[in-house]
């Protein structure tokens, strides 16, 4: 079937659902506002005519072939041996019951992302200055961008759809929110503290705000700003590590239990904490870790022991902020229970356009020699930011975004030469400054200069004035990993023909990392931060379980007869 203006593809996404203030009558209703195209329910499922895809009720399964190749350099020459692994994908095609628990749920991206789903779930619209607004999901790579199935065999033109269609995936709206916040603000004061929503629609959604009630949290205040502990008045009682870990794990399960939930989801929204020491004997194999929590060590943060206690309760747990609350004991305990991992911090503004950006000088095959970040915020982010230790925090997960690019190109960075006892390969200089500006709110100012070597010794300067809405920008992150987490825990596979039973995969969702500023991966392997490579392992993921090879931009059908 070809997209056109009756197929629900099509149906009119404008100016992101505002209505000039023309076209308004005041009379008109939430009910009447027409439902934007990110929040549309389509429910046409993608079938594959292919023997070696099968649908039935339950699942989706596929067969298919993994192409890669083995390269050897020699003296002489370098060897490239094409492989074949062959897979078998099965996913299950009920979507689960799903819940989502944010960990720092009264602060903004917490508040911004419930007001979000309560005013897409009831079709709440708002006054604006420019007009009345509908509700949507833009921003969300799930809800928002369309991707390539293949090609419209009567047009031979491109047929293109939201990639919240490819599989069955839960819809944000019917997500069971709830979660846990040191301060113990309702979520409609919570929401008005923190500034990001037009009145008009927190007026209209706060009723339904005030239902939430952030559960009780842990403050371990060394690992948070002390400008922070004016919030800190909602705290479990409890004072030991263990006793914290049982109590979030009751948590978990309560909430699953009260909502007849098949999966819930926690996520780590709360401040950046200061990084944690690897220990030697303390967080670097699973037992040490669970023996220092038992201890009630010091080197274990609070997000770290709601990390674990989701990975004891089999709930995928995923940081959203750049600390190391995967200390690699927790990976490990991670791996041993098969539950599941992703992080850390999201990608929202300046650091997704530099995973295009350096992508694309270097690509280009000019020599970024330096890239110099600045930003201001006035958001409680940016004031918790302003203390040191979280500021290196983030300054760690900021800064690495440009390595694997780098890296990838020796013609123009220059390879350590081991002989010489130098220790890391050529790179460009790179700094990240943050600075706390109260006045601008959440709206959060980023310049970025990009200085590189151009064609015999020239040189090219590249000025970005990104202006965020930083809230705005990071909610439909959240929603994208909580909906992508939830599908992989219904995605299992095996190898073929060695192994006969499907299992789960891998704890580390990699698959996570284009809403991700440092994305996790399975330890020794290479960590992918351009956006444009992320983004294609997502769309060819989704294509495998669908039984679709990746066809890639090969586009034959262009350039042949
Ligand atoms: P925020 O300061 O508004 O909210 C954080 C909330 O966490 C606060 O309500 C605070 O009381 C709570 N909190 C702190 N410690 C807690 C604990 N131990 N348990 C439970 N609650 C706790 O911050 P935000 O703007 O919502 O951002 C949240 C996190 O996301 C920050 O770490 C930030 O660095 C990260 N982040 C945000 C963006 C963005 O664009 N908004 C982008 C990338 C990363």
Same mark, same amino acid.
């Given at each position: 079937?070809?997209?056109?203006?009756?197929?629900?593809?099509?149906?009119?996404?404008?100016?992101?659902?505002?209505?000039?203030?023309?076209?308004?009558?005041?009379?008109?209703?939430?009910?009447?506002?027409?439902?934007?195209?990110?929040?549309?329910?389509?429910?046409?499922?993608?079938?594959?005519?292919?023997?070696?895809?099968?649908?039935?009720?339950?699942?989706?399964?596929? /067969?298919?072939? %993994?192409?890669?190749?083995?390269?050897?350099?020699?003296?002489?020459?370098?060897? #490239?041996?094409?492989?074949?692994?062959?897979?078998?994908?099965?996913?299950?095609?009920?979507?689960?019951?799903?819940?989502?628990?944010?960990?720092?749920?009264?602060?903004?991206?917490?508040?911004?992302?419930?007001?979000?789903?309560?005013?897409?779930?009831?079709?709440?619209?708002?006054?604006?200055?420019?007009?009345?607004?509908?509700?949507?999901?833009?921003?969300?790579?799930?809800?928002?961008?369309?991707?390539?199935?293949?090609?419209?065999?009567?047009?031979?033109?491109?047929?293109?759809?939201?990639?919240?269609?490819?599989?069955?995936?839960?819809?944000?709206?019917?997500? #069971?929110?709830?979660?846990?916040?040191?301060?113990?603000?309702?979520?409609?004061?919570?929401?008005?503290?923190?500034?990001?929503?037009?009145?008009?629609?927190?007026?209209? #959604?706060?009723?339904?705000?005030?239902?939430?009630?952030?559960?009780?949290?842990?403050?371990?205040?060394?690992?948070?700003?002390?400008?922070?502990?004016? =919030?800190?008045?909602?705290?479990?009682?409890?004072?030991?590590?263990?006793?914290?870990?049982?109590?979030?794990?009751?948590?978990?399960? /309560?909430?699953?239990?009260?909502?007849?939930?098949? =999966?819930?989801?926690?996520?780590?929204?709360?401040?950046?904490?200061?990084?944690?020491?690897?220990?030697?004997?303390?967080?670097?194999?699973?037992?040490?870790?669970?023996?220092?929590?038992?201890?009630?060590?010091?080197?274990?943060?609070?997000?770290?022991?709601?990390?674990?206690?989701?990975?004891?309760?089999?709930?995928?747990?995923?940081?959203?902020?750049?600390?190391?609350?995967?200390?690699?004991?927790?990976?490990?305990?991670?791996?041993?229970?098969?539950?599941?991992?992703?992080?850390?911090?999201?990608?929202?503004?300046?650091?997704?356009?530099?995973?295009?950006?350096?992508?694309?000088?270097?690509?280009?095959?000019? /020599?970024?020699?330096?890239?110099?970040?600045?930003?201001?915020?006035?958001?409680?982010?940016?004031?918790? &930011?302003?203390?040191?230790?979280?500021?290196?925090?983030?300054?760690?997960?900021?800064?690495?975004?440009?390595?694997?690019?780098?890296?990838?190109?020796?013609? &123009?960075?220059?390879?350590?030469?081991?002989?010489?006892?130098?220790?890391?390969?050529?790179?460009?200089?790179?700094?990240?400054?943050?600075?706390?500006?109260?006045?601008?709110?959440?709206?959060? =100012?980023?310049?970025?200069?990009?200085?590189?070597?151009?064609?015999?010794?020239?040189?090219?300067?590249?000025?970005?004035?990104?202006?965020?809405?930083?809230?705005?920008?990071?909610?439909?992150?959240?929603?994208?990993?909580?909906? @992508?987490?939830?599908?992989?825990?219904?995605?299992?596979?095996?190898?073929?023909?060695?192994?006969?039973?499907?299992?789960?995969? %891998?704890?580390?969702?990699?698959?996570?990392?284009?809403?991700?500023?440092?994305?996790?991966?399975?330890?020794?392997?290479?960590?992918?931060?351009? &956006?444009?490579?992320?983004?294609?392992?997502?769309?060819?993921?989704?294509?495998?379980?669908?039984?679709?090879?990746?066809?890639?931009?090969? @586009?034959?059908?262009?350039?042949?007869?």
């Amino acid at each position: 079937m070809a997209p056109h203006a009756t197929t629900p593809y099509t149906n009119g996404a404008t100016n992101g659902g505002r209505v000039p203030v023309d076209d308004v009558s005041f009379n008109r209703t939430s009910a009447a506002a027409p439902v934007h195209p990110t929040a549309a329910r389509r429910n046409i499922p993608v079938v594959v005519n292919s023997p070696t895809s099968q649908f039935t009720d339950e699942y989706i399964t596929s /067969k298919f072939e %993994y192409r890669g190749a083995d390269v050897v350099a020699t003296e002489n020459s370098i060897e #490239v041996t094409p492989t074949v692994n062959n897979f078998e994908f099965r996913t299950q095609r009920k979507v689960q019951k799903t819940g989502l628990l944010m960990v720092g749920i009264g602060g903004n991206n917490g508040t911004t992302l419930t007001a979000t789903i309560f005013a897409n779930r009831h079709n709440i619209t708002w006054r604006t200055k420019e007009g009345l607004q509908t509700p949507n999901y833009i921003g969300s790579v799930l809800r928002a961008s369309t991707m390539r199935l293949g090609v419209d065999p009567k047009t031979g033109r491109d047929f293109n759809i939201p990639v919240s269609d490819v599989l069955p995936m839960v819809h944000p709206n019917d997500l #069971v929110i709830g979660g846990w916040d040191i301060s113990s603000l309702p979520l409609d004061k919570a929401m008005y503290r923190a500034q990001v929503l037009d009145w008009d629609l927190q007026r209209q #959604v706060a009723p339904y705000m005030a239902t939430i009630k952030p559960l009780p949290s842990i403050y371990y205040p060394d690992y948070i700003a002390a400008n922070q502990s004016e =919030r800190a008045d909602n705290l479990i009682p409890a004072s030991l590590k263990k006793d914290h870990v049982e109590h979030i794990r009751r948590d978990i399960r /309560k909430f699953k239990e009260e909502n007849g939930l098949d =999966r819930v989801i926690v996520f780590w929204t709360a401040n950046t904490e200061r990084y944690s020491d690897i220990v030697e004997g303390v967080n670097d194999t699973a037992e040490n870790l669970l023996r220092a929590i038992e201890n009630n060590h010091s080197e274990v943060s609070p997000s770290t022991i709601f990390a674990v206690a989701s990975i004891l309760e089999d709930a995928p747990f995923i940081n959203g902020a750049p600390q190391n609350t995967f200390v690699p004991g927790c990976i490990k305990l991670a791996e041993q229970h098969r539950a599941f991992i992703g992080g850390d911090d999201l990608k929202s503004g300046q650091t997704k356009v530099k995973s295009v950006l350096a992508e694309f000088l270097v690509n280009a095959g000019i /020599k970024p020699l330096s890239i110099s970040s600045y930003n201001h915020l006035g958001n409680n982010d940016g004031r918790n &930011l302003s203390s040191q230790a979280q500021f290196k925090s983030k300054e760690i997960s900021k800064s690495s975004v440009v390595d694997d690019m780098v890296d990838a190109n020796h013609l &123009l960075f220059k390879r350590a030469d081991k002989s010489l006892g130098e220790r890391k390969n050529e790179h460009p200089d790179h700094i990240v400054v943050i600075k706390y500006v109260p006045a601008v709110g959440d709206s959060k =100012r980023a310049i970025d200069e990009y200085y590189s070597e151009i064609m015999m010794g020239g040189r090219n300067t590249l000025n970005i004035f990104n202006e965020c809405e930083d809230s705005l920008l990071a909610t439909p992150l959240i929603l994208d990993l909580t909906v @992508l987490a939830e599908l992989l825990t219904r995605v299992q596979y095996r190898r073929v023909p060695e192994g006969t039973e499907f299992q789960s995969l %891998y704890s580390v969702l990699s698959l996570l990392s284009y809403m991700l500023k440092a994305p996790l991966v399975k330890p020794g392997t290479d960590v992918v931060n351009s &956006l444009g490579r992320q983004r294609l392992a997502l769309e060819n993921f989704l294509k495998a379980c669908l039984g679709l090879q990746h066809e890639g931009d090969l @586009l034959l059908n262009t350039r042949t007869w």
